[in-house]
């Protein structure tokens, strides 16, 4: 078992299903990758809905920063959020991984 953090990263904006798809990935994380549950940052758990779309990116990257692998979603090239997410990690120089 996995007891680095890692970041969950993907579109929101926009995903009626969001919710449901960011689960299923933590879900994956632990079964098939080891991923502790609680080493899991799963940013619809974490950051706040009702903020504004900047706030929100703040709060995504540092948490990003704060975890050692960036874990992105199928549709993360999708969303603005998470290409920015990806760069960061990439600046940080993050462990990137791409669910399937």
């Known amino acids: 078992m996995r007891y680095d953090r890692v970041y969950i990263a993907g579109k929101i904006t926009g995903d009626a299903n969001y919710y449901a798809k960011f689960h299923a990935a933590q879900d994956q994380l632990q079964l098939e990758y080891g991923w502790n549950y609680w080493s899991i940052v799963n940013p619809v758990e974490m950051v706040p809905q009702g903020w504004p779309w900047w706030r ?3 709060r995504c990257l540092r948490l990003v920063a704060g975890c050692k692998v ?3 979603l199928p549709d ?3 969303s603005r959020g998470a290409r ?3 760069e960061w990690a990439e600046f940080l120089g993050k ?3 791409y669910l399937y």
């Open 95 to 97: 462990e990137i991984i």
């Open 56 to 58: 929100q990116m703040v």
């Open 84 to 86: 920015i997410e990806h």
């Open 70 to 72: 960036v874990a992105m």
């Open 76 to 78: 993360w090239t999708q």
